[in-house]
């Protein structure tokens, strides 16, 4: 006799308790993650501000940073470290209390409660959602990989004399040596 498994939702995840733990669904399955540390507070503080300016000088869209719930189906809700979504398409966020849909480009900071699950359940869920663009960044071992989806699949985008470009934000250049100094 097998027993049917109920899959969470949004309505769930708002019955989490607040207590600065980062709670998300994929698969309709609970995570939940400690409170970040210092190093991937100083990376997101760094990335947010780099973007920001960005964004904001070429009139973009916006940039926002956790926590914000991004609804990608009823089954997966997930809070990014940081996310970019176009000037057309901010209708997905305002007046909404979550993201409805996927934005442009998604970031995550890899704590060591988060260590399995962004560079795997997390970055299959992006793909499969249709977001363009992904960064994958590891304070602890200074790595940063930036992730284009083509044909449903995510493909590396190699850094060039130390810095790598988005597709998403044309003109962002991202200086790894810089961003990681940070951390020194």
Known sequence: ??????LLTYDDLLQTPEDG?????????LYVSASPGWAHQEVSGELYDTIKRHV?????????????????????????????IRQDRLHIYKDRGAVQGAPELV????????????????????????????????PATRQFQLFILLDGRYEE????????????????????????????
């Open 21 to 29: 733990k980062r709670y998300e669904i994929i698969a309709g399955e």
């Open 157 to 184: 985008v190699p850094a060039i004399d130390g810095r790598l470009s988005s597709a998403i934000l044309p003109g962002l250049v991202i200086d790894l040596a810089a961003l990681f100094a940070v951390l020194d």
């Open 107 to 138: 970031v995550e900071i890899i704590s060591p409660s988060s260590r399995r699950i962004d560079p795997g359940a997390k970055k299959q869920l992006y793909a499969r959602s249709g977001i363009p663009e992904y960064w994958l960044v590891d």
């Open 1 to 6: 006799m097998s027993t049917a498994v109920r």
């Open 56 to 84: 904001r000088r070429h009139q973009l869209g916006k940039v926002y940073y956790a926590p914000v719930d991004v609804r990608l189906s009823p089954h997966d809700i997930v809070e990014p470290d940081l996310l970019f």
